[in-house]
């Protein structure tokens, strides 16, 4: 009997930490496009500041330097939560380590073709 009790509380353990990883990945995954917004608000500002000079208005290059430096700044971020996210979902990833019972017979399937299987009668 206490055996089963500490094999479901295994179980409950890894389900409460499959379901805190899924959690967190889902987190990170949210930051992520938080920043991407960031990252498209930046570009957006930086066109328009150039559609601006290219049409001859005046640009501030202070300006177009510092949403360049903010793309840059927001690319590192990207970059960072790629690979964090990459990383909790290679933890996520787990392999059983207990073998399959002996004492279960695994089953083999057969392939059937459509054209084998004999119509069935459905008059009653």
């Given amino acids: 009997m206490s055996s089963i009790l500490d094999r479901l509380n295994q179980e409950l ?8 990883a899924a959690l967190d990945q889902g987190r990170l995954k949210i930051e992520l496009m938080r920043i991407r917004r960031r990252q498209d608000n930046a570009a957006r500002d930086l066109g ?10 005046e ?3 202070a300006r177009v330097e510092s949403l360049l430096s903010r793309l ?3 690319e590192k971020e990207i970059a960072k939560l790629e690979r964090e996210i990459a990383a909790a979902r290679e933890e ?8 399959a019972p002996s004492d279960v017979q695994t089953g083999e399937a057969e392939v059937v073709e459509e ?3 004999e119509p069935e ?4």
């Avoid at 890894?14 to 805190?20: G, V």
């Avoid at 559609?51 to 001859?56: L, S």
């Avoid at 009668?121 to 009653?124: F, K, M, V």
């Fill in 92 to 99: 996520a990833v787990t392999v059983d380590e207990e073998p």
């Fill in 121 to 124: 009668n459905t008059e009653d």
């Fill in 115 to 117: 054209s084998d299987v």
């Fill in 48 to 57: 328009l500041v150039v559609h601006r000079r290219e049409r001859g208005g």
């Fill in 72 to 74: 840059d700044d927001v």
């Fill in 59 to 61: 640009v501030d290059a």
């Fill in 13 to 20: 353990e890894d389900l409460s930490k499959r379901a805190q």
